[in-house]
């Protein structure tokens, strides 16, 4: 089955700056990745997702980027704001008839003031 | 509002008691899944349904049971609760095609 690693575990930036978390998968047939975004005590949210015949894809402050041959994805945030402190996870769906989300095992991101 | 609601929110029962959480969607969406998570941590899948009478174990092994007698609904039961169960208990359905989850606000469930 599907497999997908993230790093960093946890992350800390200051206000402004850039952070960028980076996740890997296994099965080269994969062909959707989400992002979600989950603050303290509440839902995981989607973010933003992209699908494999797109190799990036922006929104505002967010985007994510695609690289098949080498099977990873990766969210940046830039300008980040202390509303930007979640964990936040990748996650990815396999080809065929799954339709399971494997998610990575998440990223803390702390944004100081 | 079209959503995906869970209840109770919080729950504290006694050992050896049965429970079930309960997971309702109006959004028509005919998959359903079922997450279990620590507080901030790894979202383990426990079980899903792709459809009415559909339901399958997931990847992290639970003691739990589920049923999907309508589309909209998908109950999960603790017949016997144990202290070890103590968790967030995460409800999420997804639409036609392969596509993003919306999750429910979860149940967090201490059993004493």
């Known amino acids: 089955g599907e497999n997908v690693e993230q790093h960093p575990s946890t992350l800390s930036v200051q206000e402004g700056d850039s952070a960028v978390i980076k996740c890997t998968y296994s099965?080269?047939?994969?062909?959707?990745f989400p992002w979600y975004k989950q603050e303290l005590g509440k839902r995981p949210q989607l973010i933003i997702d992209?699908?494999?015949?797109?190799g990036e894809k922006k929104d505002q402050r967010i985007a994510v980027t695609l690289n098949k041959t080498a099977k990873h994805f990766s969210l940046h945030i830039t300008e980040t704001q202390p509303e930007d402190s979640a964990v936040y996870f990748c996650?990815?769906?396999?080809?065929?008839?799954?339709?399971?989300?494997?998610f990575g095992k998440g990223t803390l991101l702390t944004v100081n003031p | 509002e079209a959503d995906i609601y869970q209840t109770p929110r919080y729950l504290v029962i006694g050992t050896g008691k049965k429970i079930t959480l309960e997971c309702s969607q109006t959004m028509g969406h005919d998959k359903m899944y079922w997450y279990q998570q620590d507080p901030g941590m790894e979202l383990h899948l426990i079980h899903y349904?792709?459809?009415?009478?559909?339901?399958e174990k997931g990847d992290l092994s639970s003691e739990s049971t589920v049923s999907r007698i309508r589309t909209e609904h998908f109950p999960l039961t603790l017949e016997s609760a144990r202290p070890s169960h103590t968790s967030q208990y995460l409800c999420?359905?997804?639409?036609?095609?392969?596509?993003?989850?919306?999750f429910g606000s979860g149940t967090r469930l201490t059993v004493v």
């Open positions: 099965d080269s047939a994969s062909n959707y």
């Open positions: 349904s792709y459809g009415v009478n559909s339901t």
């Open positions: 992209i699908r494999s015949n797109v």
């Open positions: 999420a359905s997804s639409g036609t095609g392969k596509g993003g989850y919306t």
């Open positions: 996650a990815a769906i396999s080809g065929g008839s799954n339709y399971k989300l494997t």
